[in-house]
């Protein structure tokens, strides 16, 4: 069981990392301003199914590696610093994304749900994002890897069903005012790149 100061820590990221302005959530407010709240619960749905995928490829292979392989520990460790450094540079320079999507004709709930969990599962930066960002809260010393992992994976799954959930049942509001205020969606990127740097950092100080 992961100590209380590391699960807290965790969610506190997760929730700024969710908030930030990106694909997912742009996604899930410009279904649920053009087809209504019930398309961007939906397409929530399918993005926290996707993450189910993304957990447990880490907590089996990612469990492997420290078990068994300082080079593999110390390469993986490296690369995922460096990506998390990239998205720390992306995240900074990042314009504010624009609500204004293309007219089309209107998905079922069920294709939106399916929608969301390809977007999420077939998405590699999602799967080295999952490598580089989980691994730096679980530690030996507090019980089997897997099982820290799962719930990690569980706590990420909340935060996305909270957060992208409330964005949908809010996206007229909140859709209208991200949509007419960059400057709030610059600040939002700006606090992104900030935790991004800080993980990184983090994560390439981090001793096996």
């Given at each position: 069981m992961l100590p209380i100061e590391v699960l807290?820590?965790?969610?506190?990221?997760a929730i700024v990392l969710?908030?930030?302005?990106?694909?997912?959530?742009?996604?899930?407010?410009?279904?649920s301003a053009m087809s209504g709240r019930p398309a961007g619960i939906a397409v929530t749905l399918g993005l926290a199914t996707g993450i189910?995928?993304?957990t447990t490829a880490v907590a089996l292979g990612v469990a492997a590696i420290f078990a068994t392989?300082?080079?593999?520990?110390?390469?993986?460790?490296?690369?995922?610093?460096?990506?998390?450094?990239?998205?720390?540079?992306?995240?900074?320079?990042?314009?504010?994304e624009s609500l204004q999507a293309e007219k089309e004709k209107p998905m079922s709930l069920l294709a939106l749900y399916r929608r969301g969990v390809i977007m999420n599962i077939t998405n590699p930066k999602v799967s080295i994002f999952f490598l580089s960002f989980l691994p730096q809260f679980?530690?030996?010393?507090?019980?089997?890897?897997?099982?820290?992992?799962?719930?990690?994976?569980?706590?990420?799954?909340?935060?996305?069903?909270l957060v992208f959930g409330g964005v949908a049942l809010a996206a007229g509001t909140i859709g209208q005012k991200l949509s007419n205020n960059p400057k709030a969606q610059v600040i939002l990127n700006r606090i992104a790149a900030t935790v991004f740097l800080g993980l990184a950092l983090k994560l390439a100080t981090t001793q096996r």
């Amino acid at each position: 069981m992961l100590p209380i100061e590391v699960l807290s820590t965790f969610t506190s990221v997760a929730i700024v990392l969710a908030l930030a302005p990106g694909p997912d959530n742009v996604f899930v407010l410009t279904q649920s301003a053009m087809s209504g709240r019930p398309a961007g619960i939906a397409v929530t749905l399918g993005l926290a199914t996707g993450i189910i995928a993304h957990t447990t490829a880490v907590a089996l292979g990612v469990a492997a590696i420290f078990a068994t392989s300082d080079l593999a520990f110390n390469l993986l460790k490296w690369i995922g610093a460096g990506y998390l450094a990239y998205l720390a540079i992306g995240a900074w320079r990042a314009k504010p994304e624009s609500l204004q999507a293309e007219k089309e004709k209107p998905m079922s709930l069920l294709a939106l749900y399916r929608r969301g969990v390809i977007m999420n599962i077939t998405n590699p930066k999602v799967s080295i994002f999952f490598l580089s960002f989980l691994p730096q809260f679980v530690n030996p010393l507090h019980g089997p890897l897997t099982l820290q992992f799962a719930q990690l994976g569980f706590i990420f799954i909340l935060v996305t069903l909270l957060v992208f959930g409330g964005v949908a049942l809010a996206a007229g509001t909140i859709g209208q005012k991200l949509s007419n205020n960059p400057k709030a969606q610059v600040i939002l990127n700006r606090i992104a790149a900030t935790v991004f740097l800080g993980l990184a950092l983090k994560l390439a100080t981090t001793q096996r």
